[in-house]
């Protein structure tokens, strides 16, 4: 059975970074995609990233684009995203999930079919962004 387990939250400034970590483990495939997503107070899902561990290729949302960054080490099995430039609308939950295969589904359009695209999730890490 798969398990994602995210870490890395907190509470930050307007223009702080942060880096998040989510680790995976109880698979042998080395063929999978991680990707993030967030969920702000009475918001739906969003998704936010996503990289193909294999060859460490990466997409990102139109809103988080040139600020977050998603990165891998496969050694460790576990994914990274560094958030630059952080804004009070970037506060949310923030959760990732894993899938079999080498492609990312797009974190853009209906966050819905982002989230249902992996079928392992954590319980995520809360991100405050507040002066």
């Known amino acids: 059975q798969v398990q994602v387990v995210e870490s890395g939250g907190g509470l930050v400034k307007p223009g702080d970074s942060l880096i998040l970590s989510c680790a995976v483990s109880?698979?042998?495939?080395?063929?999978?995609?991680i990707g993030w997503y967030r969920q702000a107070p009475g918001k739906g899902r969003e998704g936010v990233s996503c990289?193909?561990?294999?060859?460490?290729?990466?997409v990102y949302a139109s809103s988080v684009k040139g600020r977050f960054t998603i990165s891998r080490d496969n050694a460790k099995k576990t994914v990274y995203l560094e958030m630059k430039s952080l804004k009070v609308e970037d506060t949310a939950a923030y959760y990732c999930g894993f899938r079999e295969g080498i492609l990312c589904p797009v974190p853009e359009g209906s966050g819905y079919h982002y989230v249902s695209a992996f079928s392992s999730r954590g319980q995520g890490t809360q991100v405050t962004v507040s002066s």
């Open positions: 990289i193909s561990v294999q060859d460490g290729s990466a």
């Open positions: 109880g698979f042998t495939s080395d063929s999978y995609a």
